[in-house]
């Protein structure tokens, strides 16, 4: 018998019958002591979610436990009676997940979600149940709980929410949290703060931490030992230290070089350096984008929204701009505003001598082939009913360009081979590929029409670590061929780092800083800037092999 | 044959050519065939199409007119008589000439009420006379009528069992031929249903209806399977007739009602601003006034017309058919308001999704924008909604006509049938067969719409299928 809290061995779930067999874990055997973190590291797929799924024994109707245990202090979980596992549910083992939106109940109050768990497990009501909530609330760090456990979860930002939750889960005293990718939906310096509060809370409540990520950064961060996944199996797992800066497994190392870094653009050498003496490509002068604010039966104009306010930024050709900014900095509202997508309210964009914002009809229309766009989401930028080729050959045909019917389509075979595809997967629909592939269709559609900037926003950001590097890698050979500018509106400092060349920095619609990537990234001048950079979670050096 | 082309029938054909051109284009796309295929492969979804088929096959053949020939004109010289008759009267011919007096209940031999007759010898009495034709073939109706009907509904068994039985060879040899397959495996395979498509379903269903058509065909021509009505016309004719008047009701007013959704409601939630304003005031007015005093009014001022210019209508017909499209009409401007404001929404939501920004920033028109790729992304809205709402107007016909302001009387509908019943129920003894006949027939076309319209949400609702993925 193991002294441990969590003991889960030979852990077995398989989705589907015999003939359509899917193994999401297999043979999954980890520990988790009281005081300790583990981090389960994988990628989308792996199978990290569905361990933590069923431990809680909270699996979708169409999956089944194939096999192995899930001891609890010497309590097998999986043979106990459903009753029974309702009470160990949020009393013994509490669990956070990746949406705080989605996970809290509109309807009702921060305070009575916190006093249902403790109405529950702790059998507290009343006043001696506020009083706890306001303790929790206050344990979580939301400022004045006196004034905010009334409030419903709309009037709290991101972070306050996932601090609700933790409170929440914290309202059981469970002996083991698990946290199911807790910070991703949140900015880094949000991330940096929910990190500190979980090691605090845990130093003080002594319990373990399942931590399951996908972000080696943000594992080196809060793990005491890392359990890597892969196709439903653990392929290594070492204690913290050990992991870090001997990583044993091949596909761990993968993993580590794909990261994006400075290092890894040193190391790859493959670098363009754009023309910076001559006339800039794009140049954004002064932008403004403001949203109205209407009210009243008339819709009279209240107030405005500043998304963005007041941008300059040039762009030479064949040079990487990044755009780094949190969410709601206004960096895909600047986007659209370069895009003509959006009115812009004031400011100028002017783009190889003409003035965007002025042209209308026609004139713009013809000036929309060379600037193009990327987009964040790769399943949602293509309409899902269209074939590849279709998707691919729409602006050609907006654009009248590449020729006849046999031209354009001897153009759409050529540039799905360029992103790395084949001729033939023009007469497929868009579901049949995985993101990091249609995300490669989305560029090749944005190639069609042989642009000369390309405004990416975030394209990497729904992606694995290693698919990424793919993109990214792609992204660069593409600029050192065919000579492309790019705006990259990312909130990822690492891809900045291997990919941009100049980088402004976006707070609340203005840029707050500007410059060559180096000397932004290494010698912030802005206060912004220092905390944006010092919340980004880094994996320790790693021995040189 | 001298062809009639009725405006509703006009209407009917250009529905069918569309349905036809729209199978042909979704058998080349994969994700337009996919949803049917789910909805072939529903169980309860197949046994409700196969009776829809019986219901569409005997309105279509109903909605062919013509002028009959004229029997007591010479072969080298044709006359046409001024009646308008469509196929499906003219299959019909032995039940629809056979009129009665007045009442007789199903299957009666002898009229409903009593009559003063002169009996052969002279003197007068009060009984129930002979029907003219309902069983006239029976010497003594008291001993040999339950005999007879027996007989033939035990010769209509059997031969709904040959033809079911000729009907699944057909069927099954027509498969493994185009499978490939032998004739036993192919059957073994239906029957134990190991076929995607529940061909067995279709076969037990296609039994029933066959059972039903065949009895009628033995029993129909000699007696009034469901009685006669108060001036001794078949009932079980005039409910059939009725069919077509359900299903134009149910199907024409969607085609009046889906345009205006469609433009109204896509350039609502694709331009927003003013065009948005004016789309929303104008379907909120509409819902506000109440559809039955709308359609009210529209009908009586129809009324008004059609008695202030007789001579514009040619025929009783014609002047039927027009008040039936009218009806579809008005029902369909009272009725597009919720399906417009399910694709506003849609649009709205569309709009901003990024393969829409994608195609603007490529400088796609906005006519180009809304037909490829957010007219496609929002059908299966549209053909939700239809089936949902097919039945719902069936009903509503029942309830139109029933307080006069629904089909034109002469015309036979449900509705009709329902609102003569009121007076024939409260008559003692009670004529209760119209209702019955009403009843069933109309429970019979609602209810496999409903289970077809599920059928088809389950399929084309992305809610629905993720739901059932997990």
Request: contains cysteine.
């Given at each position: 018998?193991?002294?441990?809290?969590?003991?889960?061995?030979?852990?077995?779930?398989?989705?589907?019958?015999?003939?359509?067999?899917?193994?999401a874990?297999?043979?999954?055997?980890?520990?988790?002591?009281?005081?300790?973190?583990?981090?389960?590291?994988?990628?989308?797929?792996?199978?990290?979610?569905?361990?933590?799924?069923?431990?809680?024994?909270?699996?979708p109707?169409?999956?089944?436990?194939?096999?192995?245990?899930?001891?609890?202090?010497?309590?097998?979980?999986?043979?106990?009676?459903?009753?029974?596992?309702?009470?160990?549910?949020?009393?013994?083992?509490?669990?956070?997940?990746?949406?705080?939106?989605?996970?809290?109940?509109?309807?009702?109050?921060?305070?009575?979600?916190?006093?249902?768990?403790?109405?529950?497990?702790?059998?507290?009501?009343?006043?001696?149940?506020?009083?706890?909530?306001?303790?929790?609330?206050d344990?979580?760090?939301?400022?004045?709980?006196?004034?905010?456990?009334?409030?419903?979860?709309?009037?709290f930002?991101?972070?306050?929410?996932?601090?609700?939750?933790?409170?929440?889960?914290?309202?059981?005293?469970?002996?083991?949290?698990?946290a199911?990718?807790?910070?991703?939906?949140?900015?880094?310096?949000?991330?940096?703060?929910?990190?500190?509060?979980?090691?605090?809370?845990?130093?003080?409540?002594?319990?373990?931490?399942?931590?399951?990520?996908?972000?080696?950064?943000?594992?080196?961060?809060?793990?005491?030992?890392?359990?890597?996944m892969?196709?439903?199996?653990?392929?290594?797992?070492?204690?913290?230290?050990?992991?870090?800066?001997?990583?044993?497994?091949?596909?761990?190392?993968?993993?580590?070089?794909?990261?994006?870094?400075?290092?890894?653009?040193?190391?790859?050498?493959?670098?363009?350096?754009?023309?910076?003496?001559?006339?800039?490509?794009?140049?954004?002068?002064?932008?403004?984008?403001?949203?109205?604010?209407?009210?009243?039966?008339f819709?009279r104009?209240?107030?405005?929204?500043?998304?963005?306010?007041?941008?300059?930024?040039?762009?030479?050709?064949?040079?990487t701009?990044?755009?780094?900014?949190?969410?709601?900095?206004?960096?895909?509202?600047?986007?659209?505003?370069?895009?003509?997508?959006?009115?812009?309210?004031?400011?100028?964009?002017?783009?190889?001598?003409?003035?965007?914002?002025?042209?209308?009809?026609?004139?713009?229309?013809?000036?929309?082939?060379?600037?193009?766009?990327?987009?964040?989401?790769?399943?949602?930028?293509?309409?899902?009913?269209?074939?590849?080729?279709?998707?691919?050959?729409?602006?050609?045909?907006?654009?009248?360009?590449?020729?006849?019917?046999?031209?354009?389509?001897?153009?759409?075979?050529?540039?799905?081979?360029?992103?790395?595809?084949?001729?033939?997967?023009k007469?497929?629909?868009?579901?049949?590929?995985?993101?990091?592939?249609?995300?490669?269709?989305?560029?090749?559609?944005?190639?069609?029409?042989?642009?000369?900037?390309?405004?990416?926003?975030?394209?990497?950001?729904?992606?694995?670590?290693?698919?990424?590097?793919?993109?990214?890698?792609?992204?660069k050979?593409?600029?050192?061929?065919?000579?492309?500018?790019?705006?990259?509106?990312?909130?990822?400092?690492?891809?900045?780092?291997?990919?941009?060349?100049?980088?402004?920095?976006?707070?609340?619609?203005?840029?707050?800083?500007?410059?060559?990537?180096?000397?932004?990234?290494?010698?912030?001048?802005?206060?912004?800037?220092?905390?944006?950079?010092?919340?980004?979670?880094?994996?320790?050096?790693?021995?040189?092999? | 044959?001298?062809l009639?082309?009725?405006?509703?029938?006009?209407?009917?054909?250009?529905?069918?050519?569309?349905?036809?051109?729209?199978?042909?284009?979704?058998?080349?796309?994969?994700?337009?065939?996919?949803?049917?295929?789910?909805?072939?492969?529903?169980?309860?979804?197949?046994?409700?199409?196969?009776?829809?088929?019986?219901?569409?096959?005997?309105?279509?053949?109903?909605?062919?007119?013509?002028?009959?020939?004229?029997?007591?004109?010479?072969?080298?010289?044709?006359?046409?008589?001024?009646?308008?008759?469509?196929?499906?009267?003219?299959?019909?011919?032995?039940v629809?000439?056979?009129?009665?007096?007045?009442?007789?209940?199903?299957?009666?031999?002898?009229?409903?009420?009593?009559?003063?007759?002169?009996?052969?010898d002279?003197?007068?009495?009060?009984?129930?006379?002979?029907?003219?034709?309902?069983?006239?073939?029976?010497?003594?109706?008291?001993?040999?009528?339950?005999?007879?009907?027996?007989?033939?509904?035990?010769?209509?068994?059997?031969?709904?069992?040959?033809?079911?039985?000729?009907?699944?060879?057909?069927?099954?040899?027509?498969?493994?031929?185009?499978?490939?397959?032998?004739?036993?495996?192919?059957?073994?395979?239906?029957?134990?249903?190991?076929?995607?498509?529940?061909?067995?379903?279709?076969?037990?269903?296609?039994?029933?209806?066959?059972?039903?058509?065949?009895?009628?065909?033995?029993?129909a021509p000699?007696?009034h399977?469901?009685?006669?009505?108060?001036?001794?016309?078949?009932?079980?004719?005039?409910?059939?007739?009725?069919?077509?008047?359900?299903?134009?009701?149910?199907?024409?007013?969607?085609?009046?009602?889906?345009?205006?959704?469609?433009?109204?409601?896509?350039?609502?939630?694709?331009?927003?601003?003013?065009?948005?304003?004016?789309?929303?005031?104008?379907?909120?007015?509409?819902?506000?006034?109440?559809?039955?005093?709308?359609?009210?009014?529209?009908?009586?001022?129809?009324?008004?017309?059609?008695?202030?210019?007789?001579?514009?209508?040619?025929?009783?017909e014609?002047?039927?058919?027009?008040?039936?499209?009218?009806?579809?009409?008005?029902?369909?401007?009272?009725?597009?308001?919720?399906?417009?404001?399910?694709?506003?929404?849609?649009?709205?939501?569309?709009?901003?999704?990024?393969?829409?920004?994608?195609?603007?920033?490529?400088?796609?028109?906005?006519?180009?924008?809304?037909?490829?790729?957010?007219?496609?992304?929002?059908?299966?809205?549209?053909?939700?909604?239809?089936?949902?709402?097919?039945?719902?107007?069936?009903?509503?016909?029942?309830?139109?006509?029933?307080?006069?302001?629904?089909?034109?009387?002469?015309?036979?509908?449900?509705?009709?049938?329902?609102?003569?019943?009121?007076?024939?129920m409260?008559r003692?003894?009670?004529?209760?067969?119209?209702?019955?006949?009403?009843?069933?027939?109309?429970?019979?076309?609602?209810?496999?719409?409903?289970?077809?319209?599920?059928?088809?949400?389950?399929?084309?609702?992305?809610?629905?299928?993720?739901?059932?993925?997990?």
């Amino acid at each position: 018998m193991s002294h441990k809290l969590l003991e889960v061995r030979n852990l077995q779930t398989f989705f589907g019958d015999d003939d359509n067999l899917t193994r999401a874990v297999d043979d999954v055997s980890f520990g988790i002591d009281r005081d300790e973190t583990l981090a389960l590291l994988g990628e989308s797929g792996s199978g990290k979610s569905i361990t933590a799924h069923t431990i809680m024994r909270l699996l979708p109707p169409a999956a089944r436990v194939a096999g192995g245990e899930v001891i609890l202090d010497g309590q097998n979980l999986l043979k106990l009676p459903e009753r029974r596992m309702r009470d160990i549910r949020g009393g013994r083992i509490a669990m956070i997940f990746q949406e705080p939106q989605s996970s809290l109940n509109p309807v009702l109050t921060a305070g009575q979600q916190i006093g249902e768990t403790l109405a529950r497990h702790q059998q507290l009501h009343g006043s001696a149940q506020r009083r706890r909530t306001l303790e929790l609330l206050d344990e979580v760090g939301i400022p004045e709980a006196r004034s905010r456990i009334d409030d419903y979860p709309h009037q709290f930002s991101g972070g306050m929410k996932q601090r609700i939750m933790i409170a929440m889960a914290l309202a059981g005293r469970p002996d083991l949290l698990i946290a199911d990718e807790p910070t991703t939906a949140l900015d880094v310096t949000i991330q940096a703060r929910i990190l500190d509060l979980l090691k605090s809370l845990q130093r003080e409540t002594h319990m373990g931490i399942l931590f399951i990520t996908h972000d080696i950064g943000v594992a080196a961060q809060v793990a005491d030992h890392v359990a890597v996944m892969r196709h439903g199996c653990i392929v290594e797992s070492n204690p913290r230290e050990a992991f870090f800066a001997r990583p044993r497994h091949p596909y761990t190392h993968e993993l580590f070089d794909a990261l994006p870094s400075r290092e890894r653009r040193q190391r790859e050498a493959n670098d363009t350096r754009p023309d910076v003496a001559s006339a800039p490509l794009l140049e954004v002068r002064d932008l403004k984008v403001h949203f109205p604010i209407r009210k009243g039966v008339f819709k009279r104009v209240v107030g405005h929204v500043r998304a963005v306010d007041g941008v300059s930024i040039r762009i030479h050709s064949g040079e990487t701009v990044a755009m780094v900014g949190e969410s709601g900095s206004g960096k895909t509202t600047l986007g659209k505003g370069i895009l003509q997508l959006l009115k812009p309210t004031d400011g100028a964009v002017l783009f190889d001598g003409d003035e965007l914002t002025r042209l209308r009809g026609d004139a713009l229309r013809r000036r929309r082939a060379d600037i193009q766009v990327v987009f964040q989401d790769p399943y949602a930028s293509m309409n899902p009913r269209m074939l590849v080729g279709d998707i691919i050959e729409e602006g050609m045909l907006a654009q009248r360009v590449g020729g006849d019917r046999h031209e354009r389509q001897a153009r759409i075979e050529q540039l799905l081979q360029q992103v790395g595809l084949q001729a033939q997967h023009k007469n497929r629909y868009p579901h049949e590929f995985s993101g990091g592939q249609r995300q490669r269709i989305c560029i090749a559609r944005a190639l069609a029409v042989d642009p000369k900037l390309i405004i990416c926003d975030e394209p990497t950001s729904a992606l694995d670590v290693s698919v990424q590097a793919q993109i990214l890698d792609l992204l660069k050979d593409l600029q050192a061929r065919l000579g492309l500018a790019y705006l990259f509106i990312t909130h990822n400092i690492a891809v900045v780092e291997y990919l941009a060349h100049y980088v402004a920095v976006m707070y609340e619609g203005r840029v707050v800083e500007q410059g060559k990537v180096d000397d932004v990234l290494l010698q912030p001048q802005h206060e912004y800037t220092r905390k944006l950079l010092s919340a980004v979670p880094r994996p320790p050096e790693r021995e040189a092999s | 044959m001298n062809l009639v082309l009725l405006w509703t029938d006009m209407l009917v054909f250009l529905l069918v050519l569309a349905i036809i051109s729209f199978v042909l284009v979704a058998r080349r796309r994969e994700h337009m065939r996919a949803p049917w295929r789910q909805v072939a492969r529903s169980r309860m979804g197949m046994a409700a199409a196969v009776i829809l088929v019986v219901y569409v096959a005997i309105g279509l053949l109903d909605s062919i007119h013509f002028h009959p020939r004229d029997h007591d004109a010479s072969a080298d010289q044709p006359r046409y008589s001024a009646d308008v008759i469509s196929v499906f009267d003219w299959i019909m011919d032995p039940v629809r000439s056979k009129v009665e007096k007045t009442y007789s209940a199903p299957f009666a031999t002898h009229l409903y009420a009593k009559e003063t007759v002169r009996l052969p010898d002279g003197t007068q009495d009060r009984i129930y006379p002979r029907l003219e034709h309902g069983g006239a073939h029976l010497s003594d109706p008291e001993t040999q009528r339950l005999t007879d009907i027996a007989t033939r509904a035990g010769m209509g068994l059997i031969y709904a069992l040959v033809i079911w039985l000729l009907a699944v060879a057909v069927l099954v040899g027509w498969q493994s031929r185009g499978l490939q397959q032998p004739f036993r495996r192919r059957l073994a395979d239906i029957f134990k249903r190991r076929t995607p498509v529940p061909w067995d379903v279709i076969i037990y269903t296609g039994a029933v209806v066959i059972v039903f058509i065949s009895l009628a065909t033995q029993l129909a021509p000699h007696y009034h399977i469901f009685g006669t009505d108060k001036v001794g016309a078949d009932v079980f004719y005039q409910t059939l007739k009725s069919i077509r008047t359900g299903l134009m009701i149910g199907t024409l007013t969607t085609l009046i009602m889906l345009p205006f959704a469609l433009f109204l409601g896509l350039a609502a939630g694709y331009f927003r601003g003013w065009v948005d304003d004016v789309v929303q005031y104008t379907y909120t007015t509409l819902v506000s006034i109440p559809g039955v005093l709308l359609i009210a009014a529209a009908i009586l001022l129809l009324q008004v017309y059609m008695s202030n210019n007789p001579e514009q209508f040619s025929t009783p017909e014609n002047r039927a058919d027009l008040r039936l499209l009218f009806l579809c009409l008005i029902l369909g401007i009272t009725s597009w308001t919720s399906l417009c404001r399910l694709l506003r929404g849609e649009t709205l939501k569309l709009r901003d999704i990024e393969y829409v920004q994608a195609a603007q920033a490529f400088g796609v028109s906005h006519m180009t924008i809304l037909t490829r790729h957010i007219l496609p992304n929002v059908m299966h809205i549209v053909l939700i909604t239809v089936v949902l709402d097919f039945s719902a107007l069936v009903l509503a016909e029942a309830v139109l006509s029933y307080i006069n302001i629904g089909v034109d009387p002469s015309m036979n509908s449900w509705g009709n049938m329902i609102n003569s019943a009121r007076l024939e129920m409260a008559r003692d003894p009670v004529v209760w067969w119209s209702l019955a006949a009403a009843f069933i027939f109309m429970l019979g076309l609602v209810l496999p719409a409903n289970l077809f319209s599920d059928a088809v949400r389950d399929a084309f609702d992305p809610r629905m299928r993720k739901l059932q993925n997990n």
